[in-house]
């Protein structure tokens, strides 16, 4: 005899389509007792096919012979069951909750019973990808399915207060701005759960570009004093950033952030070379990093790690700085990465990752940015290399998962361009546009080039000096 839970669940399923709709988005096979499975799926392939609740006859039709080897016996139980359809998230919760009992035991086994002598694992690798499977099981176990709903008239009210609230308050609408004057106007700063992408051939700078666009939103408006003798600037508003760096170990990661934040070259860093002045700016660099209150984090992950350790890490980060969670995550590259399961082929893999990134940071209401490659060649018959979506990393799914992608344009002699121009080719709330940055790469900084615009530093007195 069928458990009762499975018989309900079943039942629910044969009442309407929109309890159906549910169960086909929401169940899974394995989540049934044996007894049940062929049961469910023939409900659920019928109505996959024929886009309704299946009847007896549809179901007898379709089955077979197998409908009078129990399936027959099973059904006249289903549909003596009765349900009420608002219990159904109650039971779909138990039902949950039990196969999540099973994930456990099952792994349970393999890593102990099956591997493990009391001392010494007989398969190390085995029982990791067990445990691996199980993360990854659970966390899609209980998955969140709905971020938010509601009717449009249901909404109206609130709409109307909130848009008050932001007339009254311009500054609760603004994202995390990233230090770009045309990029901060088109989007107003990258909004929680949003994710950004910054396409670029190998050399054309899109890892620098991430790393400016985080250093930019962690300092926000306050300017690095040059010296050591000058005082501290009050702080101003800023951004706490998470920065996993897959493709760079930690230490150069390090020497390119403080070139950055300092203005001072990155070989007299890396070499000791800097000279008197210089070595005055990274004292007085390092002391305003050191006293700045916003964190920003490096994190040095291996090629190969997953969406399950960076939201770990962010997730102990959280409680490190709880009163500076991180307001941005820079992921540099997101190519490098595993997804949580094997998708069969490397488009896909790379797929699957940027649904995680991007449903990482809705989960978790954090803004994302992280460069891909460009890989597919261009088309010669152009002339030069087109900005479009369609040369964006393996695969297409990536530019499909982002809010907003950018582009790197590569010129002939690149490398001795002394600007660098980015195309906004995808913007789900603007326009597309062409951005031209001046590139200062010998000190690790990218500057706008709008009309008028010079990069400043703090000096201590009236507030800037020349950078370049």
């Known amino acids: 005899m069928a458990p009762q839970l499975d018989l309900r669940m079943l039942a629910y399923g044969l009442l309407d389509d929109k309890n159906m709709l549910s169960m086909v988005t929401a169940v899974i096979e394995e989540y049934f007792h044996p007894d049940c499975r062929v049961m469910w799926k023939l409900i659920a392939g019928c109505y996959r096919k024929y886009k309704q609740v299946p009847t007896e006859r549809t179901l007898r039709q379709v089955a077979g012979d197998a409908w009078q080897n129990g399936l027959a016996d099973l059904y006249k139980h289903i549909t003596d069951t009765g349900v009420d359809p608002r219990e ?22 393999t890593v102990f019973q099956e591997n493990f002598n009391g001392s010494n694992f007989s398969d190390i690798d085995g029982a990791n990808k067990a445990v691996r499977d199980l993360v990854a099981d659970i966390d899609r176990l209980h998955a969140t399915e709905v971020f938010r709903e509601g009717s449009l ?27 770009f004057d045309e990029l901060d106007r088109i989007t107003n700063g990258l909004r929680p759960s949003e994710l950004l992408l910054i396409g670029g051939e190998s050399g054309t700078g899109k890892s620098a570009l991430t790393m400016n666009m985080c250093v930019n939103a962690w300092l926000g408006k306050n300017k690095v004093p040059v010296s050591p003798s000058q005082p501290m ?74 969406m399950r350790h960076v939201e770990v890490k962010y997730l102990e980060l959280c409680q490190t700085y709880p009163d500076n969670p991180p307001d941005l995550l820079g992921l540099d590259y997101i190519s490098l990465m595993t997804p949580d399961r094997d998708e069969g082929s490397d488009w896909l893999n790379v797929g699957r990752l940027a649904e995680q990134l991007h449903e990482f940071g809705r989960v978790h209401n954090i803004a994302s940015i992280s460069p891909v490659q460009l890989n597919r060649a261009p088309r010669k018959d152009l002339g030069f290399a087109r900005p479009d979506q369609d040369r964006i990393g393996r695969s297409a799914m990536l530019t499909q998962n982002a809010n907003i992608v950018l582009t790197i344009e590569k010129r002939k002699d690149e490398h001795l361009q002394r600007d660098m121009r980015v195309h906004i080719i995808k913007m789900r709330d603007g326009e597309q546009s062409l951005m031209v940055f001046q590139k200062r790469l010998d000190i690790m900084r990218l500057y706008d080039s709008m009309p008028g615009w010079t990069p400043t530093v703090y000096d201590g007195t009236d507030g800037t000096v020349d950078a370049t």
């Open 88 to 109: 159904y998230p109650v039971d779909l919760e138990e039902m949950k909750g039990r196969f999540n009992e099973q994930l456990l035991r099952r792994a349970g086994k």
């Open 153 to 179: 008239a249901g909404t109206a009210e609130d709409s109307w207060r909130e848009y008050l609230r932001i007339k009254d308050n311009p500054e609760l609408a603004a994202g995390v701005h990233l230090g």
């Open 233 to 306: 600037p009050a702080f101003t508003p800023g951004r706490s950033v998470v920065y996993f760096t897959i493709e760079m170990p930690f230490e150069a990661l390090l020497r390119r952030l403080h070139a950055c934040v300092a203005g001072i070259p990155l070989h007299g860093i890396r070499d000791g070379t800097l000279t008197d002045e210089e070595m005055g700016r990274y004292r007085a660099a390092l002391r305003f990093i050191r006293e700045y209150p916003h964190p920003f984090y490096v994190v040095d992950i291996p090629r190969g790690a997953s």
